[in-house]
């Protein structure tokens, strides 16, 4: 009960803090339209932080918003033909902007002829985001983040990889669970606890599945994986594209969590 009262209560800050986030980052998109090119100085990166920045923020928001359409099992969603690549070209810029500005190097191994996928672009796109966030935020100045795509089967398996502090066992354990921050990411890196969870929600919501692996000061691997288009192509006709077929609200909710590994 108290963990629903926290979440009901975040989740009505975060409906008001929407607006605001969405003015703030329309001003900084006319302010980068109005002084490209006569920036001078640290202006120019200023500006760069202040938007990614924002973009993080609103990130945040749409997490926790998401996390309570999770935890009342509606979160439906619509799973179209795509590719990873593709999902991934809608967010590079941003993804590339947040690498550069923490000193990051960021490099993309995602081969174009992979099997199409099915997929919410959006939401997916906001998973490779949030692994790719926290790479960035977990590893050591001046470090590499790696984001890899490889067919597994029926799925294709995507990877974001990173050599930065890494974690114990007994805190991988816990990572997917909401509102989960272990002691020490408390008081090094400011964050919700709940990005990994709705990673695990969206992934899940795809009947794919999600693990990380991780050593301490080696770095860590967090994966997903999704079904391949053509496996699951029937099942998503017959209901209008909607995953209901890949998940069911019995039992734990979602049809394949036995296959979710912490």
């Known amino acids: 009960m108290p963990e629903e009262e926290d979440l009901n209560f975040i989740s009505f800050a975060a409906h008001e803090l929407r607006g605001p986030i969405t003015v703030i980052r329309g001003y900084l998109d006319i302010i980068n339209e109005e002084f490209a090119g006569r920036l001078q100085g640290d202006e120019r990166q200023l500006l760069d932080r202040l938007v990614v920045s924002s973009n993080r923020l609103s990130s945040y928001i749409d997490n926790i918003l998401n996390v309570a359409r999770y ?3 509606h979160l439906k969603v619509y799973l179209l033909e795509d590719t990873v690549a593709n999902i991934y070209a809608s967010i590079a810029d941003d993804m590339q902007l947040r690498a550069s500005t923490q000193h990051r190097m960021l490099s993309i191994n995602i081969p174009d002829d992979l099997p199409t996928v099915a997929a919410d672009h959006g939401s997916i796109g906001e998973v490779i985001g949030n692994l790719i966030d926290n790479a960035i935020k977990y590893s050591f100045e001046g470090g590499s983040v790696t984001v890899s795509a490889e067919q597994k089967g029926d799925f294709v398996e995507v990877s974001v990889a990173d050599n930065g502090i890494g974690m114990p066992a007994n805190v991988v354990d816990n990572l997917f669970h909401k509102f989960y921050r272990s002691h020490r990411s408390r008081e090094a890196v400011a964050g919700t606890g709940i990005g990994l969870y709705i990673c695990k929600a969206f992934v899940e919501s795809h009947g ?5 692996r991780s050593r301490e000061n080696e770095g860590s691997v967090f994966s997903f994986t999704l079904p391949i288009y053509a496996t ?5 006709l017959e209901d209008g594209q909607l995953n209901n077929q890949l998940i069911r609200k019995g039992g734990g909710w979602i049809k394949n969590h ?5």
């Open 71 to 73: 935890d009342r099992h």
């Open 232 to 236: 699951v192509k029937d099942k998503l």
């Open 208 to 212: 794919g599945s999600i693990i990380a």
């Open 258 to 262: 036995a296959m979710y590994k912490g």
